[in-house]
């Protein structure tokens, strides 16, 4: 498994906050309005970021000696609940910063401000997603057997 590049979650990120963005552009010229983010977003971003952490510093431990025994299956799933988080982070950000960037736009409207800020607050949440997802996943990596460990016959 490849490290995830910070530029592909950019990428994702900013496409996602422009279809966001016009996807809420057009619901409103429309009639509609863009739903108000529940608080309870924020919460569970970091909650789930917590959880991806606390499992990560499982394998940093194991990796320093600190942790007797770990089994490589629970490491190598960590490595890809890290990778999920990251990506998750970064698609969560578009969606709530496009929203965000939408109801900055139409302060005229009542509640566009309080909407606006929880949707940046669900967001810089969703950055911490992503940022613990990067983290764990270079907790998870394990670093190549030098050529005289490969070249020794096994006993």
């Not at 016009?22 to 977003?41: I, K, N, P």
């Not at 988080?85 to 929203?99: D, E, V």
Request: aromatic letters at 8%; a positive charge; hydrophobic letters at 50%.
């Amino acid at each position: 498994m490849s490290p995830t590049r910070w530029t592909t979650l950019v990428t994702i990120c900013v496409v996602v906050a422009l279809a966001t963005w016009a996807g809420a552009w057009a619901l409103v010229r429309h009639g509609g309005q863009v739903d108000e983010t529940s608080w309870l977003v924020v919460g569970v971003e970091l909650l789930i970021a917590a959880v991806v952490f606390a499992l990560g510093w499982t394998v940093r431990q194991y990796q320093h000696g600190r942790r007797p025994n770990l089994d490589p299956v629970r490491a190598a799933r960590t490595a890809a609940l890290a990778k999920a988080a990251s990506y998750t982070g970064a698609l969560l950000l578009g969606w709530y910063g496009g929203q965000g960037l939408y109801l900055v736009t139409d302060l005229v409207v009542p509640g566009n401000g309080r909407r606006a800020v929880v949707a940046a607050l669900a967001g810089a949440a969703a950055i911490v997603l992503a940022v613990v997802g990067l983290v764990v996943e270079r907790y998870c990596r394990i670093t190549p057997p030098s050529d005289g460990e490969l070249s020794q016959p096994a006993a």
